[in-house]
């Protein structure tokens, strides 16, 4: 049960994070805060529950709940050009989760590192679908798709591998556990 509930809860970040958006006028795609969450959720829940708590905000997504960027939801989100990095989402949290748990004690570079990885499977998805959507060439999506969005989203690695880094600390000196959360 506890570890639904906190599967619920990164669901509920990841949804508020989303509506931090600022869409580009060059770009289908908006900087969005959700890929924080996403990353959190793997480091902090695990492979197993990261991935339900992704899922569970895809399939709200997809229900129509207004849980992605700027309040929008439904199908359509998940098939249009802006989908495949929702759908590198679950790879994302899934490798992020398994490479916490199979470590004990990540440090602040590697988890760098895996969630930068993190990040090149989003873009790899994101950038598969928006060119085929918008038949893009790759240099098209690397234009409108990656390159516009690197550095906020390296400052994001670098944030949330700084709050996992903090989490992590507080959790273990308060007694509430070790992370990932799932143990």
Do not use: C, H
């Not at 802006?82 to 470590?103: H, I, M, N």
């Not at 893009?136 to 906020?152: D, E, K, M, R, S």
């Amino acid at each position: 049960m506890k570890n639904l509930t906190y599967s619920a809860l990164f669901t509920g970040i990841i949804a508020v994070l989303a509506q931090v958006a600022i869409p580009l006028p060059f770009s289908p795609v908006p900087v969005t805060g959700q890929l924080i969450g996403v990353l959190l959720a793997g480091a902090i829940l695990g492979s197993r529950n990261g991935l339900l708590s992704v899922t569970a905000y895809i399939l709200l997504g997809a229900a129509g709940a207004p849980v992605f960027s700027m309040a929008r939801g439904g199908i359509y989100m998940l098939a249009g050009p802006t989908g495949g990095y929702l759908w590198g989402f679950l790879p994302a949290v899934f490798l992020v989760g398994l490479a916490v748990e199979r470590k004990q004690g990540v440090s602040y570079l590697r988890i760098i590192l895996i969630m930068a990885a993190a990040l090149a499977l989003i873009y790899l998805f994101g950038g598969i679908q928006l060119g085929v959507i918008m038949r893009y060439t790759p240099v098209q999506v690397l234009l409108t798709g990656v390159l516009p969005f690197l550095p906020f989203d390296l400052f994001k690695v670098f944030l949330a591998a700084l709050m996992y880094g903090k989490i992590a600390a507080s959790l273990k000196k308060s007694g509430l556990g070790e992370i990932p959360l799932s143990r």
